[in-house]
Nanobody, 126 residues
Framework: QVQLVESGGGSVQAGGSLRLSCAAS????????LGWFRQAPGKEREGVAA????????YYADSVKGRFTISQDNAKNTVYLQMNSLRPEDTAMYYC???????????????????WGQGTQVTVSS
């Protein structure tokens, strides 16, 4: 079992920045990928960014490339999502997810992740 707790969401004006954190606990040694997803009302859940824990490989959705950065602190079992130049269309509930086991997931496929946090709301006003 892996437990994930997100923090850092909030309200910000367009052009502003936020940093989301996701603290992992439990059997984290089995985690092979950590990802951030978001879901806006009436829309499907979207993969935003992911990092494969055994490497430096990262994934970003086209909509956030150049604005968002995912990083991890292995000592703290925490993954971060630095979000800059935020836009109103970034408004959503943001979820942290972890994939475990020997098979690496497709970074943007939510059904390939095993554990999810409770989510943190990000609201960007124009």
């Amino acid at each position: 079992q892996v437990q994930l707790v997100e923090s850092g969401g909030g309200s910000v004006q367009a052009g502003g920045s936020l940093r989301l954190s996701c603290a992992a606990s439990g059997y984290t040694a089995s985690t092979n990928c950590l990802g951030w997803f978001r879901q806006a009302p009436g829309k499907e859940r979207e993969g935003v960014a992911a990092i494969y824990t055994g490497s430096t490989y990262t994934y970003y959705a086209d909509s956030v490339k150049g604005r968002f950065t995912i990083s991890q602190d292995n000592a703290k079992n925490t993954v971060y999502l630095q979000m800059n130049s935020l836009r109103p269309e970034d408004t959503a509930m943001y979820y942290c997810a972890a994939a475990v086991g020997p098979l690496l997931p497709a970074a943007d496929q939510s059904d390939e992740y095993n554990y999810w946090g409770q989510g943190t709301q990000v609201t960007v006003s124009s």
